[in-house]
Each structure stands twice: as C-alpha cells, then as structure tokens.
C-alpha cells in the first residue's frame, strides 16, 4: 500500500515561524523609529514657533520711541529683559508637553557698520524622549534704520 503524504512537515512550521517573528521584530523597531522622528518633528516645529516668536518681537523696535508705544528701542536689543523667557520664572511649553528653553544673544556688528547693525541669535534647547539635548538656532541681523521710521 503506498500512500502519498501531503502537508507540512514539523520544521517547516516552525522555519515559517521564526521567518515571521524576525519579520515583526523589524516591523517594531521600524514603527519605535518612525514614532522617535515624529515627537522631534514636532518638537523642532514648536521650537521654530518660539524662536521666530521672538525674532518677530526683536524686529518691533524704533529708531526713536518719542511716538512708539511698546517698541524696543534699539539701542536697548542687547538687554536679557527683552528675551520673552527671561520675564517668566516657567519654561516654555508646547503641545508636545515638552520644556523648551529659550536663550537671546544680542551683540553689536564688527566693522564699518557696528552702531547701525545688531547681530542677534535665538536659540531654542529640549530634552527629547531620550534624554538628550536637542536645539536650534536663529540667527539674523537688525539695522537701526527701519522702512517704517
């Protein structure tokens, strides 16, 4: 009597098993990845928002105040009051629940152009879900002289 077996043997089954758990394993480690990229988009996105929050508020200065209310005379850029997180004792804070901390540096151009020019830099640090520091920078020049004086 000759019988012809058909099915899988036992070490094909369990071949097929390990070629699938190796599989999800790459599909967990993938989707852990895309998560870590997705909160240090967010976080850089919020961080920009606040570092372009405070370059707009460095740009509303006047050369001459005498009529400007609320403006930052520009003789006055370099002062740490004007830093927007310099006036608050809590950190700045985005939807990602994340602490950002805001450095200004406000310093006078070299040269030629040294009491007409400021050069100021914005720097944003936070921690990620690691424990590491992240940050960004802005950097930009402002003249004394304004389209709008």
């Not at 989707?31 to 967010?42: I, N």
């Not at 403006?71 to 006055?76: A, C, H, N, T, Y």
């Not at 830099?121 to 003249?143: F, G, K, P």
């Amino acid at each position: 009597m000759i019988s012809k077996n058909s099915g899988f043997s036992l070490l094909e089954v369990l071949i097929s098993f390990l070629l699938i758990g190796v599989a999800s394993l790459g599909l967990v480690k993938l989707q852990v990845y895309a998560e870590q990229k997705s909160d240090h988009a967010l976080q850089s996105v919020e961080a920009l928002h606040f570092a372009e929050r405070q370059m707009e508020y460095y740009r509303t200065r006047a050369f001459n105040v005498s009529g400007a209310v609320g403006l930052i005379p520009f003789e006055e850029l370099n002062q740490s009051s004007y830093c927007l997180n310099i006036a608050s004792s809590d950190p700045l804070s985005g939807l990602s629940g994340s602490a950002y901390s805001m450095t200004c540096e406000v310093t006078n151009a070299s040269g030629a152009l040294s009491g007409a020019l400021k050069n100021i830099i914005v720097t944003i640090a936070w921690q990620d879900r690691m424990n590491r520091t992240q940050s960004i920078y802005l950097e930009t020049m402002l003249s004394k002289y304004s389209e709008f004086d």
